[in-house]
T-cell receptor, first 111, second 113 residues
């Protein structure tokens, strides 16, 4: 089915571990985005990508790494997880200046 | 000042009434505006977008844009309990100098039967 899928849906890990959240879209959208959503802060942009091999920082990029070797995939890695990174993470995709469409989210807990 | 501001609510409206959700934005260069609905534990879902001044209607939903006042609103007519959700306003603005979709914090709407 066409759409945007995130995996895993839920993840529990420990501080200091590396965690990778996956995002895959089948629309061939050029843009992809990673957000985190926390109570009191709404949706905050972590990183985005305008095309394969092009990525850029958003509002809250510290502690995260992204890559985009293929148009359809945009993984987000927490290199050394911290408790403050406990959040719900959403991936989204769009064409330029068009509405973004969101995946179902990954609920990440860091103990 | 946040680029997109919404009253966080909660906004409580009786079933069948009109729910009015408001949003202001600071970037005068913003051209495109979106309303997303987010049910608890779910992802944001696009329900309306508006690019031009005035009203845009889609079923029970009407989006209103006033660029001079930097104001966007969403009206929901004949409110239903299933409309209870958080509504996110978003504008294409600038984050760190580049064009991005900027979200407000959302307004939590409750429709009372």
């Amino acid at each position: 089915d066409a759409g945007i899928t995130q995996s895993p849906r839920y993840k529990i890990t420990e501080t200091g571990r590396q965690v990778t959240l996956m995002c895959h879209q089948t629309w061939s959208h050029s843009y992809m985005f990673w957000y985190r959503q926390d109570l009191g802060h709404g949706l905050r942009l972590i990183y985005y990508s305008a095309a394969a091999d092009i990525t850029d920082k958003g509002e809250v990029p510290d502690g995260y790494v992204v890559s985009r070797s293929k148009t359809e995939n945009f993984p987000l890695t927490l290199e050394s997880a911290t408790r403050s990174q406990t959040s719900v993470y959403f991936c989204a995709s769009s064409d330029p200046n068009q509405p973004q469409h969101f995946g179902d989210g990954t609920r990440l807990s860091i103990l | 000042q946040k680029e997109v501001e919404q009253n966080s609510g909660p906004l409580s409206v009786p079933e069948g009434a009109i729910a009015s959700l408001n949003c202001t934005y600071s970037d005068r260069g913003s051209q495109s505006f979106f309303w997303y609905r987010q049910y608890s534990g779910k992802s944001p879902e696009l329900i309306m977008f508006i690019y031009s001044n005035g009203d845009k209607e889609d079923g029970r939903f009407t989006a209103q844009l006033n660029k001079a006042s930097q104001y966007v609103s969403l009206l929901i007519r004949d409110s239903q309990p299933s409309d209870s959700a958080t509504y996110l306003c978003a504008a294409i603005g600038r984050v760190q100098g580049a064009q991005k979709l900027v979200f407000g914090q959302g307004t939590r709407l409750t429709i009372n039967p």
